[in-house]
């Protein structure tokens, strides 16, 4: 099985939770702006935003990072 690429895995994730880009900006203190962009694969966040956004999400940091070395 091919491992999601990090943009559509946050966006799957987001979306499981039923969280707009402006809940998920609010729980990770990212701009809804940035959060887009990382949505559409145009922008990789620091990893410092990964820890944020894999805890928010209560998943595995590992899970967000494998999808950008892929």
């Known amino acids: ?5 990090f943009h559509e895995q946050l966006k799957f994730l987001r ?22 962009q990382y949505e559409k694969g145009e922008l990789i966040p620091s990893v410092q935003t990964i820890l944020k956004l894999s805890t928010a999400l209560e998943v595995p940091a590992s899970n967000l990072m494998d999808g950008i070395q892929s």
């Open 1 to 5: 099985m091919l491992k999601q690429k």
């Open 15 to 36: 979306e499981e939770r039923d969280w707009s880009l402006e809940d998920l900006s609010k729980k990770v203190q990212v701009g809804v702006e940035k959060l887009a």
